[in-house]
Nanobody, 120 residues
Framework: VQLVESGGGSVQAGGSLRLSCAAS????????MGWFRQAPGKAREGVAA???????SYADSVKGRFTISQDNAKNTLFLQMNSLKPEDTAMYYC????????????????WGQGTQVTVS
């Protein structure tokens, strides 16, 4: 399984970014995909997830600001991030698994290399 993130960058507070994750190499007929992030000196935390039926979940800290979506035809996951805050600064990782396990970091076996988001 290969997950390749893109779209990170530097933005001022209040700005927006759209992250993408291209997934390939998996054979599951349906999957759960999501985004985690890790800020310097902090534990990795779940941000958003989307199940195979389209149901979504968000961390309380991003509800109303971030939107997760996917293009099934292109096996691509997105994270639209609006009203960004300095505390959103982190490395953002795309994850994939057969089922959704909430935001339990250890339950996801497939991770991308990450894309850096910096909000000043």
């Amino acid at each position: 399984v290969q997950l390749v993130e893109s779209g990170g960058g530097s933005v001022q507070a209040g700005g927006s970014l759209r992250l993408s994750c291209a997934a390939s190499g998996y054979t599951f007929s349906s999957v759960c995909m999501g985004w985690f992030r890790q800020a310097p000196g902090k534990a990795r935390e779940g941000v958003a997830a989307i199940d195979s039926d389209g149901s979504t979940s968000y961390a309380d800290s991003v509800k109303g600001r971030f939107t997760i979506s996917q293009d099934n035809a292109k096996n691509t996951l997105f994270l639209q991030m609006n009203s960004l805050k300095p505390e959103d600064t982190a490395m953002y990782y795309c994850v994939l698994e057969r089922f959704c396990y909430g935001f339990s970091t250890g339950r996801y076996n497939y991770w991308g290399q990450g894309t850096q988001v910096t909000v000043s």
